[in-house]
């Protein structure tokens, strides 16, 4: 029984044309690859004071794959975004004009590695990040989409045919199910758990449209899985807490249900999962240690909004983000946007870092935190600033690894036969 990950990049270049593909070595048959890119091209260490076309994709198969794309426009004295939704390829990124300049999709996995295809030309190089999962105990993926209820209280989702084990959604504040690409605003939603007090949340967004004072904003909430922010992002409009798996779906508790939000969806049976948070630090020494997770990860996605956790249902000035991936001290890779907020102009940075799994960017468009990997421990991971952050900021976290003979603990989990796995006390730095 195994769980493998892998994490790395790939380069869509301008000048790919229709059908060009891609074959990417993973070393193991995926069974479920996430993506996402935040506008960068390079190849190395980077940050970039640029529009940014950012979003987030699913694979499960070449049959069941969607994806979110925004754009947002640098240097611009409006607000003058867009986004994209799909169900017919992993990236997407739009115009601000309400179409569609690139297409990428996964063509073929084999039991070795998966194959990307341009099905539409790409206007600028980007660089996409991916983390690809597969193994022998990872028994059941499913990836959809679906409108979020307009009612508050407990809704569920019961169409996936197993009782699933991790759960990740993902949105961008579109009510128009795919496939659509609108012209107005950019937006990005992910969230994931596994239990009801493992779970959390990260936005980020802009708006309204046209507005002559950039209004970007961000919200990261670890009480909750969804959240989607009103077109003028000032307040959130729709936000739900994960209450339990079913036999055959889960169960979401809708806090604010204005609009059906167009919801996308993760759900995975099989290996041990685990979904908590951590801070970052203010100086390079401190290490970041996360234990008591009876098991040791295979990989580990990390999301943050760079700044201390959002109050309960209030967002906070600049549409910072980073997300991240790592499987080792050597294999993992970073990707930041920063919006600023309240300006005359809009202003735009993004950064990719291929040896860090953290990034935050100043308003002064450089790097001003990294977080890297240490160590992956035998119960856990332990982390470290290798640029220091100039404020703690709030992070969260899932890990995915084997089923093994040693279940030391599960924070919110069960035990492969389904009994519920005591928890042991965590030992966290600044977490």
């Not at 493998?4 to 059908?19: C, E, M, P, R």
């Not at 260490?45 to 640098?74: E, K, L, M």
């Not at 908590?276 to 990989?299: A, M, R, W």
Request: aromatic share 8%; charged share 10%; with cysteine.
């Amino acid at each position: 029984m195994a769980v493998s990950v892998k994490v790395g990049t790939i380069t869509v270049a301008s000048t790919d044309s229709v059908g060009a593909t891609q074959t990417i070595t993973v070393g193991f048959q995926p069974k479920l690859i996430l993506f996402w890119l935040m506008g960068s091209s390079s190849a190395t260490d980077a940050v970039t004071n640029q529009t940014s076309r950012y979003g987030f994709g699913v694979f499960a198969s070449t049959t069941s794959r969607y994806c979110v794309g925004s754009i947002s426009t640098h240097s611009a004295a409006t607000i003058n975004g867009g986004r994209a939704l799909r169900n017919d390829a992993v990236i997407v990124t739009p115009l601000n004009t309400g179409t569609v300049d690139g297409l990428l999709d996964v063509s073929a996995v084999d039991s070795t590695s998966f194959t990307t295809i341009v099905d539409d030309v790409f206007a600028t190089t980007v660089r996409v990040s991916y983390m690809a999962i597969g193994g022998s105990d990872i028994t059941d993926v499913a990836v959809g989409n679906y409108a979020a209820p307009t009612a508050t209280g407990n809704a569920d989702v019961t169409t996936l045919g197993f009782q699933p084990d991790f759960l990740l959604m993902f949105g961008a504040s579109s009510t128009t199910a795919p496939n659509t690409v609108n012209s107005n605003r950019g937006f990005l939603s992910i969230g994931a758990a596994t239990g009801a007090s493992n779970q959390a949340v990260v936005q980020v967004g802009e708006g309204p449209e046209g507005n002559a004072t950039s209004q970007s904003k961000s919200y990261a909430y670890d009480g909750e899985l969804w959240a989607q922010m009103f077109d003028t992002p000032t307040t959130l409009a729709s936000r739900a807490a994960f209450v339990s798996f079913l036999s055959n779906g889960f169960r979401l508790n809708w806090l604010e249900a204005q609009y059906a939000y167009q919801i996308f969806y993760v759900a995975v049976k099989g290996g041990l999962w685990r979904v908590d948070n951590l801070l970052t630090q203010t100086d390079t020494s401190t290490t970041i240690v996360e234990t008591g997770f009876g098991f040791s990860p295979s990989g580990t996605f990390i999301a943050s909004h760079n700044t201390a956790k959002s109050t309960q249902d209030t967002v906070q000035a600049n549409a910072s983000i980073s997300v991240g991936a790592f499987t080792s001290a050597s294999e993992r890779v970073a990707q930041g946007m920063l919006q600023e907020d309240a300006l005359t102009d809009t202003d735009v940075t993004n950064s990719i870092q291929h040896s860090a799994a953290y990034v935050n960017i100043s308003t002064a468009s450089a790097v001003e935190g990294l977080m890297d990997v240490q160590s992956i421990d035998s119960d856990g991971f332990t982390l470290i600033m290798d640029d220091a952050d100039p404020s703690q900021a709030f992070a969260w976290y899932f890990s995915v690894g084997a089923i093994g003979a040693n279940l030391l603990s599960l924070s919110g989990g069960m035990t492969p036969s389904g009994a519920p796995v005591k928890q042991t006390s965590t030992a966290k730095t600044g977490g």
